[in-house]
Nanobody, 124 residues
Framework: QVQLAESGGGLVQAGDALRVSCAAS????????MAWFRQAPGKEREFVAA????????DYADSVKGRFTISRDNAKSTVYLQMANLKPEDTAVYYC?????????????????WGQGTQVTVSS
């Protein structure tokens, strides 16, 4: 069982940067693939980024590639999403997700554990 808690969301202006964090409970954080998804009002929850365990392989949605960076600190059981050059269309609730294993997936159905989300709002 893994419990996830996001933090760091807020209101920023277009072009700004922001980092959101996700702290995980449990002593086997290093065995979990971690991901970020987001959900804008009236839209489906969509994949943003994922990071594997030992290989540190990362995957990104095309819409954020080159602007967002996912990273993890296994000693702190925390995964981060560094967002740069934010756009109004990045406005959404950002969710942290986890799955046991070594491969990254972009489908929400592959992730077993979810946080409550943190709101990111980008004004134009």
């Amino acid at each position: 069982q893994v419990q996830l808690a996001e933090s760091g969301g807020g209101l920023v202006q277009a072009g700004d940067a922001l980092r959101v964090s996700c702290a995980a409970s449990g002593r086997t954080f290093g065995s979990y693939v971690m991901a970020w998804f987001r959900q804008a009002p009236g839209k489906e929850r969509e994949f943003v980024a994922a990071i594997a365990t030992s290989t540190r392989q990362t995957d990104y949605a095309d819409s954020v590639k080159g602007r967002f960076t996912i990273s993890r600190d296994n000693a702190k059981s925390t995964v981060y999403l560094q967002m740069a050059n934010l756009k109004p269309e990045d406005t959404a609730v950002y969710y942290c997700a986890a799955r046991y294993g070594s491969l990254t997936y972009t489908s929400r159905s592959n992730y077993d554990y979810w946080g409550q989300g943190t709101q990111v709002t980008v004004s134009s």
